[in-house]
């Protein structure tokens, strides 16, 4: 009789301890929805390659506060019903303590309400200004807006005294949203749109709608898209003889643009994050050690980098150091945490965020940039 | 404007020529089997990605495009064997499922052997644009329009003085008498789809100079190729071919006089204006309906 | 008795919930099921029946969660009185395009369906005023029913099952009665149907009427439960799965068509974990059902299960346990 309480002792003692080592040792799981496939796959495959490579760093080095990193992900395809599926999977099944996802503001937009509702932190990696402005509770974002670029492009026409515009955008939420803010910023730069066309963002040629731009008489060309259209609209410029100025977008900042455009690349100008011209910064930019670091080590494995997967790396970045800050994994506590992120040295720039402003980054973050001989270089 | 008419023109046939050899691709098809390919356009993306890989791999760019052309026909002779050849008789939905079904799983091989990524092809033959008279054309654009006219000539010469491929033809009016007469339909099957792959990979090789490729590159296409095979009257090679170059031209209109972002909806809707009015497309035969 | 399956599977559609309360699988897939089974069932209905062929189906789709969309947020109308609409418009439309679209046959039919699938997501993409654009419309309402505001995926759950069951009764009702009688003679022969004196046109018709309302219908539901729409939940992609599910399932079957729905949105929900190699596998078996089970899995697996039953007959006597 007596030995058989004090057996009953030993095991729930046991079993107390061991639940609650189990408690301690129990991850901390990050959800992330991406574009892996399907036409935006070149912005979401990085992104989750270095979201996979830097969990598996941290856990190597003990995790956050004792608590190894378990990362959850599917793939939406750029579907954003698929997107908001995954998400309730994501909260509902799997249980995760915050988000870090949303490729397309398509998507990210799509799964706001269900995010604001449940209340669960999330960091965005998509690049429309309406996924901050007005501010959402528990949404953050870590690339730069298409305002940003919009501003930064102006700036640099501006300088060269031209003032002459055409426009050319693609059919998707990255290209009209960044053609709203053009149309929107254009007077206050005192630029005046000549020609505004568009294509689909799978189209093989454009030749008919630059032709158009063509007898316009505009001074300069703007084309604001993602993956293999503008480099198709960069040949087809050069097809038709133009000779204007072009001005890309940070949605085509990656090695893959020049590759694809070639010869007809050269001489293009574009607003994008430092990241992709590491090397080029003075040693005293002090963004400089972070963008190498994280260049070496993805290209070591996944092949040049691109500002995408430079987003995703931010928002791990953030999320994690909220955690640290939280000192727990308590939804409210992380996002406050998040919302206090102050000075962080990421790839696009030096986040500080507070309670009206989601993003925290300002347009210094952006380089313009100029395709010389193959290659990147600042203009600035 | 004429001379913006003469650039929109030369965009229309280029574009044309192409969506023509996958529309020659559908025709073919449908007429040795009644099936429709779906798989049609992905012909047209392996052709083109094997020949950048092979290219990659230090192949020079003729032996690269040879070697593509034979793999792709490879696999179309597969495809026919293995999933066409076994459901032979299924209705026409159940064909179309198999033939996406094909697609999607193509379009998955191709994702696992070259992932994710646009890859191009250097142009044949330089990429100095050409003076025709206000408008420009690409070196690789007359190569396009060259080797097509080429490719449907031939396939032409083929089907109307060679034996074999009067045989072919043969099949399409009626499968049960051309077996009666002694042509050996299943081998007429496999010369329909060895013929078709190596037409859409040819296209494809041809292309992607212009337009780069990827794994996904072939949906469209196989749509727009898909289109010109009706409106030409699924099942007629040369109505097919009239109608890629017709669609090509249509939409370079549309894009440059109408609306760009319309010009999908432009070309989907005179598709859907000559099947109101000619429900046979544009150079069908009418065939009566058997009771 | 006739509509003993029936029971059966509005029991199970309500027991589930109860079975697994608060459960991802059951709730949130189930009531994507669900939609895609209001879906299938009206599209069975024109494909099974009716033998006619669309490829762009989900226009109307598209269609019924526009309007929706479009009335709630930018005139501030009710939610039912938006649905009505949605309904109305989309059976007009469907109305008008029939007899052109349908005197087409085969694959000619399936390029016209096809065209009017890629038009009206063109459409979508590209009045932006309207539609929001690729970006979509966001901030839709929650569906108010007479004064109770659904909200919550337990509460749509509800809802969208009962949406459902509603459409399946009244498919089986509509096979049953003369017009889905005048519907299998259009698919037997139309020619023979016309000597009968069956108004064959009339028929078809009809039918794709009905299913362009089912499909506006689930639009509609769509749109509010996800407060969100965008044109690629309504584009070729969408169309082609909505045939596959109906194929899948086995062609004129109701309930072949319901198995489909459910069989396709559990595979999309299952093949997530493969990653690159989803594409693959999917291709892969779509090919292969269609290749061994042309009839579908409904029609497929029953027949196999009665093989298996007439062989463990056959043996007898199985020993008692």
Redesign the interface.
């Known amino acids: 009789m007596k030995a058989s309480w004090w057996k009953t002792f030993l095991v729930s003692t046991l079993l107390w301890a061991g639940v609650n080592l189990a408690q301690a040792a129990d991850p901390i799981k990050i959800g992330s929805f991406l574009t892996v496939t399907g036409p935006a796959s070149f912005l979401g495959d990085p992104e989750l390659k270095t979201l996979q490579m830097y969990v598996e760093e941290i856990n190597a080095k003990g995790g956050v506060k004792g608590r190894k990193i378990e990362l959850i992900h599917y793939d939406t395809g750029g579907d954003a019903k698929d997107a908001v599926s995954f998400v309730k999977r994501l909260i509902k099944s799997d249980k995760v303590d915050l988000l870090i996802g949303g490729t397309t503001t398509g998507d990210t937009m799509a799964v706001v309400p269900d995010v604001e509702k449940e209340g669960i932190p999330f960091i965005s990696l998509a690049g429309a200004v309406e996924i901050i402005e007005p501010v959402k509770k528990w949404a953050f974002k870590t690339p730069h807006t298409d305002r940003m670029a919009a501003a930064k492009i102006f700036t640099d026409l501006r300088k060269r005294g031209l003032s002459k515009i055409a426009l050319i955008t693609g059919d998707g939420g990255f290209d009209k949203s960044g053609r709203t803010q053009i149309l929107k910023l254009a007077p206050e730069y005192g630029m005046t749109l000549v020609a505004d066309e568009s294509y689909g963002n799978k189209d093989t040629d454009m030749t008919a709608q630059l032709a158009k731009i063509r007898a316009a008489g505009a001074e300069a060309i703007i084309n604001f898209g993602l993956g293999q259209a503008p480099a198709i609209v960069t040949k087809n410029i050069k097809q038709l003889g133009i000779t204007l100025p072009v001005y890309q977008s940070h949605g085509v900042a990656s090695k893959t643009f020049i590759d694809l455009a070639g010869d007809a690349a050269e001489g293009i100008r574009l607003p994008a994050a430092a990241l992709v011209v590491a090397e080029q910064l003075p040693d005293t930019d002090p963004q400089k050690p972070v963008l190498l670091a994280y260049k070496t080590k993805y290209e070591a494995k996944h092949g040049p980098v691109s500002t995408f997967g430079g987003h995703a790396y931010d928002g791990l970045l953030i999320a994690v150091a909220a955690l640290e800050r939280a000192g727990s994994a308590d939804k409210t506590k992380v996002r406050d945490a998040i919302e206090q992120t102050k000075g962080l040295i990421g790839t696009a720039g030096v986040f500080n965020m507070t309670p009206e402003d989601h993003m925290g980054l300002n347009v210094d973050a952006f380089k313009l940039l100029e395709v010389h001989n193959g290659a990147w270089r600042i203009v600035e | 404007m004429p ?2 008419l003469l ?2 023109l ?3 046939i ?2 044309g020529s ?1 969506y023509a050899l996958v529309g020659l691709g559908f025709a073919l098809i ?1 007429n040795a089997s009644d099936v ?1 390919n779906f798989a049609q356009g992905e012909f047209v993306m392996l052709g083109a990605m094997t020949a950048i890989a092979l290219l990659n791999a230090g192949m020079p760019l003729l032996l690269a495009a040879i070697i593509a052309t034979s793999l792709t026909v490879l696999v179309g002779l597969l495809l026919e064997r293995f ?1 066409i050849e ?2 032979a008789g ?5 064909t ?3 033939t ?10 191709a ?2 052997l070259w ?4 890859h ?1 092809l ?1 142009p044949f033959s330089g ?1 100095a ?1 050409i ?1 025709l008279g206000g ?4 070196p690789q654009s007359l190569w396009v329009l060259g080797v097509t006219v080429a490719l449907v000539l031939l396939v032409r010469v083929f089907l109307n003085r060679t034996l074999l491929g009067k045989a072919l033809l043969a099949c399409s009016f009626n499968r049960t008498a051309a077996q009666a007469v002694g042509i050996n339909v299943k081998a007429m099957l496999r010369l329909a789809y060895g013929l078709s792959a190596g037409l859409g990979a040819l296209a494809g090789i041809l ?1 992607a100079p ?3 490729s ?1 794994y ?1 590159a072939g ?2 296409l196989g ?1 727009k190729g ?2 010109a095979a ?1 409106v030409g009257g ?1 099942g007629n090679p040369m109505g097919a071919v009239a109608g890629g170059l017709l669609l090509g031209v249509l939409e ?2 549309g ?2 006089l109408v ?7 432009i070309a ?2 005179f ?2 204006m000559v ?2 009015f000619e ?3 544009l150079f069908g035969h009418k065939a009566a ?1 058997r ?1 | 008795m006739r509509l003993a399956g029936f029971y059966l599977f509005a029991l199970g559609v309500a027991l589930l919930p109860i079975l697994f309360p608060d459960n991802y699988f059951v709730i949130v897939v189930g009531a994507s099921a669900g939609l895609h089974v209001i879906l299938a069932v009206g599209l069975n209905l024109l494909m099974g029946y009716a033998g006619q062929i669309s490829l762009g189906h989900a226009a109307f789709f598209g269609m019924g969660a526009y309007a929706s969309a479009i009335l709630t947020t930018r005139f501030g109308w009710p939610s039912l009185l938006a649905l009505a609409a949605g309904l109305l418009a989309t059976g007009a439309l469907a109305w008008l395009f029939a007899r052109p679209i349908l005197r087409l046959r085969g694959h000619y039919l399936a390029m016209a369906t096809l065209g009017f699938g890629v038009i009206v997501h063109v459409i979508l993409v590209q009045a932006t005023q309207w539609t929001g654009g690729p970006d979509g419309l966001s901030g839709i309402p929650a569906l108010n029913l007479l004064g109770w505001r659904v909200d919550g995926d337990e509460q749509w759950y509800g809802v969208i099952m009962a949406a459902m069951l509603l459409v399946v009764w009244l498919t089986l009702n509509l096979v049953d009665s003369q017009v889905g009688r005048a519907l299998r003679a259009v698919h037997g022969s139309e020619f023979a149907a016309q000597m009968m004196g069956v108004d064959t046109g009339r028929a078809k018709t009809q039918v794709f009427v009905i299913s362009a309302l089912f499909a506006a219908f689930a639009g509609s539901l769509f749109a509010h439960q996800q407060a969100f729409v965008s044109p690629d939940s309504f584009n070729l992609t969408v169309s082609v799965e909505l045939v596959t599910m109906v194929v899948l399932g086995g062609l004129a079957s109701t309930f072949g068509a319901v198995c489909g729905a459910i069989a396709l949105t559990l595979l999309q929900q299952g093949l997530v974990v493969f990653e690159d190699y989803e594409m693959l596998i999917h291709g892969a078996l779509l090919m292969a059902v269609m290749i061994f089970m042309p009839q579908g899995l409904f029609v497929g697996l029953s027949q196999a299960a009665r093989r298996v039953r007439h062989r463990l007959k056959r043996r007898q006597p199985l020993p008692s346990t």
């Open positions: 001379e913006l650039q929109f030369v965009t229309g280029t574009v192409l449908y429709v999933a076994p459901a299924a209705s026409v939905v159940t179309i499922i198999i996406i079904g094909a697609a999607i799983f193509l379009r998955g091989v994702l696992l992932g994710k990524d646009f191009a250097p990429e644009p003076r408008a420009t054309v690409l292309i212009i337009t780069f990827s996904e949906v469209m749509l898909f289109s009706i699924i370079a209109l894009a440059g609306s760009s972002g319309y010009k999908d909806a989907f809707l598709v859907l099947l109101f429900p046979t497309g309906e009771v």
